[in-house]
Protein backbone atom coordinates (compact mmCIF):
# COMPACT_ATOMS: atom_id res chain seq x y z
CA UNK A 1 0.00 0.00 0.00
CA UNK A 2 1.67 3.39 -1.29
CA UNK A 3 1.28 6.32 0.94
CA UNK A 4 2.33 9.68 1.05
CA UNK A 5 3.32 10.07 4.75
CA UNK A 6 1.89 13.53 6.69
CA UNK A 7 4.21 16.82 6.15
CA UNK A 8 4.19 19.80 8.11
CA UNK A 9 2.91 22.43 5.93
CA UNK A 10 2.51 19.97 3.02
CA UNK A 11 -1.07 20.45 0.92
CA UNK A 12 -1.95 17.09 0.85
CA UNK A 13 -1.29 13.89 2.14
CA UNK A 14 -2.45 10.55 3.25
CA UNK A 15 -4.42 11.45 6.58
CA UNK A 16 -3.44 10.07 10.10
CA UNK A 17 -7.11 9.41 10.90
CA UNK A 18 -8.86 8.06 7.55
CA UNK A 19 -6.12 7.48 5.90
CA UNK A 20 -6.91 8.93 2.55
CA UNK A 21 -4.82 10.70 0.46
CA UNK A 22 -6.60 14.24 0.53
CA UNK A 23 -6.08 17.78 0.52
CA UNK A 24 -5.29 19.47 3.89
CA UNK A 25 -6.05 23.03 5.54
CA UNK A 26 -3.96 24.50 8.09
CA UNK A 27 -4.11 26.45 10.97
CA UNK A 28 -2.83 28.55 13.90
CA UNK A 29 -3.40 28.22 17.26
CA UNK A 30 -4.36 31.57 19.04
CA UNK A 31 -3.97 32.58 23.05
CA UNK A 32 -7.26 33.96 24.46
CA UNK A 33 -7.82 34.28 28.34
CA UNK A 34 -10.37 32.71 30.10
CA UNK A 35 -12.49 34.74 33.08
CA UNK A 36 -10.88 35.50 35.91
CA UNK A 37 -11.23 32.97 38.13
CA UNK A 38 -11.97 30.33 35.44
CA UNK A 39 -9.86 27.87 33.29
CA UNK A 40 -9.84 24.45 31.49
CA UNK A 41 -11.10 21.59 33.23
CA UNK A 42 -12.48 17.93 31.99
CA UNK A 43 -16.20 17.57 32.22
CA UNK A 44 -17.73 15.25 34.76
CA UNK A 45 -18.71 11.99 33.05
CA UNK A 46 -22.54 11.87 33.53
CA UNK A 47 -23.01 15.35 32.45
CA UNK A 48 -24.75 14.34 29.25
CA UNK A 49 -27.49 12.62 32.19
CA UNK A 50 -27.61 16.12 34.36
CA UNK A 51 -28.06 18.00 30.94
CA UNK A 52 -31.18 15.27 29.84
CA UNK A 53 -32.76 15.85 33.58
CA UNK A 54 -32.26 19.81 33.90
CA UNK A 55 -35.59 21.46 32.94
CA UNK A 56 -33.60 24.68 32.83
CA UNK A 57 -32.18 23.44 28.98
CA UNK A 58 -34.72 22.65 27.00
CA UNK A 59 -35.36 22.20 22.93
CA UNK A 60 -31.88 23.16 20.49
CA UNK A 61 -30.06 24.56 23.74
CA UNK A 62 -30.23 21.10 25.17
CA UNK A 63 -29.11 19.54 22.28
CA UNK A 64 -26.93 22.08 21.54
CA UNK A 65 -25.25 21.26 24.86
CA UNK A 66 -25.47 17.65 24.97
CA UNK A 67 -23.56 17.80 21.26
CA UNK A 68 -20.44 20.41 22.47
CA UNK A 69 -20.69 18.04 26.01
CA UNK A 70 -20.37 15.04 24.02
CA UNK A 71 -17.23 16.47 21.64
CA UNK A 72 -15.80 17.31 25.15
CA UNK A 73 -15.69 13.87 26.53
CA UNK A 74 -14.46 12.15 23.19
CA UNK A 75 -11.35 13.78 24.36
CA UNK A 76 -10.62 14.85 20.36
CA UNK A 77 -9.38 18.11 19.11
CA UNK A 78 -12.31 19.90 17.26
CA UNK A 79 -13.95 23.44 16.44
CA UNK A 80 -15.48 25.10 18.80
CA UNK A 81 -16.64 29.11 17.70
CA UNK A 82 -15.22 31.38 20.99
CA UNK A 83 -15.36 34.40 19.18
CA UNK A 84 -17.35 36.37 21.71
CA UNK A 85 -14.88 35.02 24.60
CA UNK A 86 -13.18 38.00 26.30
CA UNK A 87 -9.55 38.46 26.50
CA UNK A 88 -6.27 39.14 24.25
CA UNK A 89 -5.29 36.70 21.51
CA UNK A 90 -2.20 36.02 20.44
CA UNK A 91 -0.91 33.54 18.19
CA UNK A 92 0.82 30.72 19.53
CA UNK A 93 3.98 29.66 17.64
CA UNK A 94 5.22 25.64 16.70
CA UNK A 95 1.98 24.73 17.65
CA UNK A 96 -0.50 24.12 14.51
CA UNK A 97 -3.30 22.01 13.09
CA UNK A 98 -4.10 20.11 9.84
CA UNK A 99 -7.50 19.61 8.63
CA UNK A 100 -8.40 16.77 6.72
CA UNK A 101 -11.04 17.53 3.61
CA UNK A 102 -11.93 14.12 3.14
CA UNK A 103 -12.80 13.33 6.98
CA UNK A 104 -12.86 16.47 8.80
CA UNK A 105 -10.41 15.16 11.79
CA UNK A 106 -7.91 17.28 13.34
CA UNK A 107 -4.69 16.44 13.29
CA UNK A 108 -2.50 18.48 15.67
CA UNK A 109 1.53 19.24 15.26
CA UNK A 110 4.59 20.65 17.75
CA UNK A 111 6.53 22.08 15.17
CA UNK A 112 7.40 19.15 12.54
CA UNK A 113 5.95 16.08 14.38
CA UNK A 114 2.98 14.95 14.82
CA UNK A 115 1.28 14.96 18.63
CA UNK A 116 -1.98 13.51 17.62
CA UNK A 117 -3.20 11.24 16.67
CA UNK A 118 -1.11 8.68 18.26
CA UNK A 119 0.45 6.97 15.46
CA UNK A 120 -0.11 8.05 11.86
CA UNK A 121 -1.57 5.92 8.89
CA UNK A 122 -1.37 2.35 9.08
CA UNK A 123 1.37 0.98 6.80
CA UNK A 124 -0.31 -2.65 5.16
CA UNK A 125 3.04 -4.99 4.64
CA UNK A 126 2.25 -7.26 2.02
CA UNK A 127 0.75 -10.37 2.53
CA UNK A 128 3.41 -12.44 1.45
CA UNK A 129 6.56 -11.16 3.43
CA UNK A 130 7.78 -14.03 5.28
CA UNK A 131 6.29 -14.15 8.80
CA UNK A 132 10.03 -13.67 10.68
CA UNK A 133 10.01 -10.34 8.70
CA UNK A 134 6.52 -9.18 9.65
CA UNK A 135 7.06 -8.50 13.30
CA UNK A 136 9.77 -5.70 12.39
CA UNK A 137 7.45 -4.25 9.64
CA UNK A 138 4.65 -3.87 11.94
CA UNK A 139 7.09 -2.76 14.72
CA UNK A 140 8.06 0.34 12.24
CA UNK A 141 4.95 0.96 11.83
CA UNK A 142 3.80 1.47 15.27
CA UNK A 143 6.72 4.01 15.92
CA UNK A 144 7.15 5.97 12.58
CA UNK A 145 5.07 8.54 14.29
CA UNK A 146 7.23 9.45 17.36
CA UNK A 147 10.65 7.79 15.99
CA UNK A 148 11.19 8.19 11.87
CA UNK A 149 14.41 7.51 12.34
CA UNK A 150 13.53 3.90 14.52
CA UNK A 151 11.18 3.14 11.70
CA UNK A 152 13.43 3.34 9.07
CA UNK A 153 16.82 1.42 10.96
CA UNK A 154 13.64 -1.45 11.22
CA UNK A 155 13.09 -1.53 8.10
CA UNK A 156 16.63 -1.27 7.21
CA UNK A 157 16.69 -4.63 8.64
CA UNK A 158 14.01 -6.31 6.86
CA UNK A 159 15.57 -5.13 3.85
CA UNK A 160 18.15 -6.94 4.59
CA UNK A 161 16.60 -9.93 6.10
CA UNK A 162 14.17 -10.27 2.70
CA UNK A 163 17.35 -10.20 1.00
CA UNK A 164 18.65 -13.22 2.59
CA UNK A 165 15.47 -14.97 2.02
CA UNK A 166 15.26 -14.34 -1.36
CA UNK A 167 19.02 -16.29 -1.83
CA UNK A 168 21.26 -13.26 -1.14
CA UNK A 169 24.30 -12.81 1.37
CA UNK A 170 22.20 -9.93 3.78
CA UNK A 171 25.04 -7.78 4.12
CA UNK A 172 25.34 -4.98 1.83
CA UNK A 173 21.87 -3.83 0.44
CA UNK A 174 23.36 -2.22 -2.62
CA UNK A 175 24.99 -5.49 -3.85
CA UNK A 176 21.82 -8.00 -2.76
CA UNK A 177 19.78 -5.74 -4.91
CA UNK A 178 22.06 -5.69 -7.69
CA UNK A 179 22.02 -9.46 -7.46
CA UNK A 180 18.47 -9.23 -7.54
CA UNK A 181 18.34 -7.35 -10.33
CA UNK A 182 20.64 -9.56 -12.30
CA UNK A 183 17.47 -12.42 -11.34
CA UNK A 184 14.53 -10.45 -12.53
CA UNK A 185 13.66 -7.65 -9.95
CA UNK A 186 12.71 -4.39 -11.92
CA UNK A 187 15.52 -2.20 -12.17
CA UNK A 188 13.72 0.64 -10.72
CA UNK A 189 13.60 -0.99 -7.68
CA UNK A 190 17.38 -0.69 -7.57
CA UNK A 191 16.25 3.15 -8.45
CA UNK A 192 14.43 3.73 -5.70
CA UNK A 193 17.42 2.29 -3.58
CA UNK A 194 19.12 5.40 -5.05
CA UNK A 195 16.55 7.50 -3.52
CA UNK A 196 16.74 6.81 -0.14
CA UNK A 197 20.14 6.90 -0.41
CA UNK A 198 21.35 3.45 0.10
CA UNK A 199 24.81 4.00 -2.48
CA UNK A 200 27.65 4.76 -0.38
CA UNK A 201 28.85 8.25 -0.05
CA UNK A 202 31.05 10.47 2.44
CA UNK A 203 28.52 10.58 5.39
CA UNK A 204 27.27 7.10 4.98
CA UNK A 205 29.39 3.36 4.32
CA UNK A 206 28.84 1.73 1.17
CA UNK A 207 25.80 -0.43 0.83
CA UNK A 208 23.99 1.36 4.05
CA UNK A 209 20.70 3.60 4.36
CA UNK A 210 21.40 6.93 5.51
CA UNK A 211 18.42 7.25 7.98
CA UNK A 212 18.90 11.08 9.31
CA UNK A 213 16.37 11.87 6.56
CA UNK A 214 13.24 11.14 9.04
CA UNK A 215 10.10 10.60 7.95
CA UNK A 216 10.11 10.73 3.84
CA UNK A 217 13.05 7.87 4.19
CA UNK A 218 10.68 5.82 6.35
CA UNK A 219 7.97 6.37 3.75
CA UNK A 220 9.76 5.13 0.76
CA UNK A 221 11.44 2.18 3.00
CA UNK A 222 8.26 1.01 3.61
CA UNK A 223 7.06 0.96 -0.46
CA UNK A 224 10.11 -0.32 -0.97
CA UNK A 225 9.80 -3.65 0.86
CA UNK A 226 6.21 -4.18 -0.11
CA UNK A 227 7.56 -3.57 -3.94
CA UNK A 228 10.50 -6.42 -3.48
CA UNK A 229 7.99 -8.50 -1.46
CA UNK A 230 5.17 -8.23 -4.64
CA UNK A 231 8.23 -8.45 -7.72
CA UNK A 232 10.07 -11.25 -5.56
CA UNK A 233 7.41 -13.59 -4.26
CA UNK A 234 4.05 -12.62 -4.60
CA UNK A 235 4.31 -12.40 -8.63
CA UNK A 236 5.83 -15.40 -9.06
CA UNK A 237 3.61 -17.36 -6.53
CA UNK A 238 0.88 -16.18 -8.95
CA UNK A 239 2.28 -17.29 -12.08
CA UNK A 240 2.96 -20.35 -10.67
CA UNK A 241 -0.96 -21.25 -9.53
CA UNK A 242 -1.86 -19.87 -13.01
CA UNK A 243 0.83 -22.51 -14.41
CA UNK A 244 -0.81 -25.57 -12.47
CA UNK A 245 -4.31 -24.61 -13.84
CA UNK A 246 -3.04 -25.55 -17.49
CA UNK A 247 -4.04 -29.19 -18.38
CA UNK A 248 -1.25 -31.61 -17.21
CA UNK A 249 -0.37 -32.39 -21.08
CA UNK A 250 0.36 -28.63 -22.04
CA UNK A 251 2.35 -28.39 -18.87
CA UNK A 252 4.65 -31.85 -20.01
CA UNK A 253 4.37 -30.44 -23.13
CA UNK A 254 5.94 -26.84 -22.08
CA UNK A 255 8.63 -29.03 -19.88
CA UNK A 256 10.16 -30.90 -22.60
CA UNK A 257 10.14 -27.69 -24.90
CA UNK A 258 12.15 -25.93 -21.90
CA UNK A 259 14.26 -29.18 -20.97
CA UNK A 260 15.12 -28.88 -25.33
CA UNK A 261 16.46 -25.31 -25.56
Known sequence: MTETAPELGKKS??????????????????????????GPYVP???????????????????????????KRLSKKPFFEDHSDSPGSR??????????????KEISLWKCDEIIYPDSVIEYIPNSDLPDDLLADFEEAAAIVAKSPRGAAALLRLVIQKLCKELGEKGKNI????????????????????????????????????DIKDNRKVAAKLFNLVNLITEAMITQPKAIDRFYETLPEKARDAIDKRDKKE
Open 13 to 38: FSCPHCGAHAHQDWAYFVKGYYTKGD
Open 174 to 209: NDDIAALVEKGLDVRIQKALDIVRVIGNNSVHPGTI
Open 90 to 103: YTVENLYMSVCFSC
Open 44 to 70: RTDVIEVIEKDQNFQGDKKENLKIYYN
